[in-house]
């Protein structure tokens, strides 16, 4: 379950992150490890990213897990990188 989300359109998963993108451009990041043994059916995420307004197409992070990008096809360059500092 993610918190807030109406339609989920993309999911990106590592073994500390799963970022969670919807239809109305807001990203959801959550610690994987406290998500999955959250005892609630809908935990909160750690960071809620609401930088592009259109569908959330694409979710990558990167192998060190520093960096995530989403992007959106609705819209020209709409991209936006995100560290996690």
Known sequence: ????????????TTDKYIACGSNCGIVNVYDSVGAT??????????KALKNLVTSIDH?????????????SIEKDNAIRLVSRT
């Open 1 to 12: 379950m993610d918190d807030g989300c109406v339609q989920g359109t993309s999911i990106a």
């Open 37 to 46: 043994n959250s005892s609630s059916n809908c935990p909160q995420p750690a």
């Open 59 to 71: 979710l990558e992070l990167n192998h060190s897990q520093e960096l995530l990008a989403m992007g």
